[in-house]
């Protein structure tokens, strides 16, 4: 599979890394090597396999229904680069 | 008398529970060891203060006679695990400055055992990467030195595997008498190889990964790294258990396996995959495979061929699930609630998003969730990312049917010693150096590597032993084996 710059435009769009211009043929010969590589999974015949879903057999646990947790606005909000009024601040999202 | 610092864990335990020294005096003379080997890098943030204080309070459960497991322990702490009140960086520029307000499980359990945490130890950034090159935060240089024909050590620094790098420097320079790592395709087993520690990935679920910062889900889990087979199996016991906070925790008892070592393996069945005897494979890795299976011999094994078909596709499956994972996990780091923000003049909040990414991560990050965005997006998911789940399944089949004829698999760890800084620039030439730990995690089961001997130039070589699902305790018993063989007693 080879990747073209508007593949590599359009992913780091979807991923939200912002690449500027000069970055992107570059970029593209690394995916491209590196799909290709695996594509060789593609000869393996899969009929009738089915995919992985929980490498260890085991039982997703139940709990009570209670709220067992809260109270930390303080510490949820500890970390955050812009807290205002106990709420995360973000640039303006409507003009 | 041997330096403090040299001591095993149990030779440790032993002087304090004799009060031959003090834990304060242990936890000094690593800090002295830790400010000594700065050249390292091994450690992003040193805790000294919060060590003497831990030391202190060890003093004190030893004198009433009731100290823990652990009590008075040195250890060092991956940047990967959340630590209360002390910064944790995953390696990342991203969360730089990140303070957690809590402690993740397993470093929690290890500090309730009495352990003294010496610091955050420096790793590849999300623990993405095999040489600690990619860490924001400078790359870990490896004690050890290769030799040259005329028998001097070059100066040529070497990497000490990653991405538990960190770790593995700072145990196998006697700066932290063990360290907790983390292992998603090898990050355990690659750097206890380079730098010749042991150090074991138990089974999947064995050990919470509540408060580990996440990589790949399906496939992380936590370890002990440290000088010895009994070391590691002491500090499993403390690590492992039950976790309501993690679904993937196994409800499972945990042994006292360091009570189980006995370095006896008669009866058991020790399978050699012959699909891992790569064309082209080291002579002297090579050699080391066939004088292991003897010595595991010796110690009452028997050995037998098994053939795991599927091996070949094991790296390509783990670089479709393991970024599809990244990328998927890494979406948090966005720039609102913790970590970097970087807004352009006059920037709306998607442009706050990629411009906080494009700075925050470092391009072997980045070129991962790339591709894991790329194999799960519209119209590829099923060749991609279903494919690669369905060829899992047949890898972990194949150990399912090896598993009908023996106990236990024997391999090497990694396909060469440390290398240089540079050497694999290439990120598909650094990925081939999982090859042989790559299949074990994608099957969830435990692995553990112990140094076996040195290659030609002076550096350590470690052997891998695979077992079935929650049998760590014969893994380690194997491991105790060759460890007695070996002899290993090179240090850097």
């Known amino acids: 599979m080879s990747v073209n710059d508007d593949t590599v435009r359009k992913i780091a769009r979807l991923a939200r890394i912002g690449i500027v211009e000069t970055q992107v043929p570059a970029l593209a010969g690394e995916l491209s090597t590196i799909l290709g590589w695996i594509e060789q999974l593609g000869e393996v015949d899969t009929t009738g396999v089915a995919p992985m879903t929980a490498v260890i057999p085991n039982h997703l646990a139940w709990r009570a229904d209670v709220v067992n947790d809260g109270d930390i606005q303080a510490k949820v909000l500890a970390n955050a680069p812009d807290a205002t009024s106990g709420f995360f601040a973000v640039p303006k999202v409507i003009e | ?84 009140g002390v910064q944790t960086t995953a390696g990342s520029k991203i969360l730089q400055g990140f303070i957690p307000q809590y402690e993740s499980t397993v470093s929690g359990k290890l500090l309730a055992d009495g352990a003294v945490m010496l610091g955050k130890l420096n790793m590849d950034e999300f623990a993405m990467g095999s040489s600690n090159e990619t860490s924001a935060y400078g790359k870990v240089i490896s004690p050890w030195k290769a030799r040259d024909s005329d028998g001097l050590h070059s100066n040529r620094e070497l990497v000490p595997g990653g991405s538990s790098g960190g770790s593995a420097a700072a145990v196998a320079a006697r700066i ?79 042994p006292d396996f360091a009570a189980l070592l006995t370095g006896d393996l008669r009866g058991k069945r020790v399978g050699v995959p012959k699909e891992y005897r790569l064309d082209g494979m080291d002579a002297t890795i090579a050699r080391l495979w066939d004088q292991g299976l003897e010595w595991l011999k010796a110690a009452g094994a028997t050995i037998v061929d098994v053939s795991l078909p599927h091996t070949r596709y094991a790296l390509p499956v783990y670089y479709i699930i393991a970024p599809a994972e990244a990328s998927s996990n890494l979406a948090r780091y966005d720039g609102v609630r913790y970590g970097l923000r970087v807004t352009p003049p006059g920037g709306n909040l998607a442009d706050m998003y990629s411009a906080t990414r494009a700075a925050g991560f470092g391009a072997e990050v980045k070129r991962r969730i790339m591709i894991g965005t790329y194999v799960l997006s519209a119209g590829f998911y099923d060749a991609y990312y279903t494919q690669a789940q369905k060829v899992r399944t047949l890898i972990a089949q194949d150990f399912e049917r090896a598993w009908e004829s023996c106990d236990l698999l024997l391999t090497p760890t990694a396909p060469s010693a440390a ?74």
């Open chain 2, 419 to 492: 290398f240089a800084f540079g050497d694999k620039a290439d990120p598909l030439a650094m990925y081939l150096n999982d090859v042989f730990t790559v299949p074990a995690s994608l099957a969830g089961l435990p692995a553990m590597s112990v140094p076996a001997g040195l290659s030609p130039d002076g550096l350590p070589l470690g052997l891998q032993i695979i077992g079935k699902p929650l049998d760590e305790a014969s893994v380690l018993n194997a491991g105790l084996a060759i460890e007695r063989a070996a002899g290993f007693t090179a240090r850097p």
């Open chain 2, 176 to 254: 932290a008498a063990g360290a907790t790592g983390t292992d998603t395709g090898g990050s355990i087993r690659q750097p206890a190889a380079f730098v010749g520690i042991s150090g074991i990935k138990p089974t999947y679920g064995r050990c919470s990964r509540w408060g580990v910062v996440a990589f790949a889900s399906s496939l992380d889990q936590a370890g002990p790294m440290a000088r010895t087979v009994d070391d590691c199996a002491l500090l499993l016991t403390s690590m492992c258990g039950y976790d309501a906070k993690d679904s993937t925790s196994l409800n499972v008892p945990v």
């Open chain 2, 1 to 84: 008398m041997t330096a403090l610092t040299d001591l095993t864990i149990a030779g440790m335990k032993a002087g304090l529970a004799a009060r031959d020294f003090s834990a304060a005096e242990l936890t000094a003379a690593h800090l002295a060891a830790m400010e000594g080997a700065r050249g390292l890098n091994a450690f992003i943030v040193e805790t000294p203060d919060i060590a003497t204080a831990q030391a202190a309070a060890a003093d004190a459960a030893l004198a009433k006679g009731e100290a823990k497991p652990l009590a008075g322990i040195p250890l060092g702490i991956k940047d990967l695990f959340c630590t209360k």
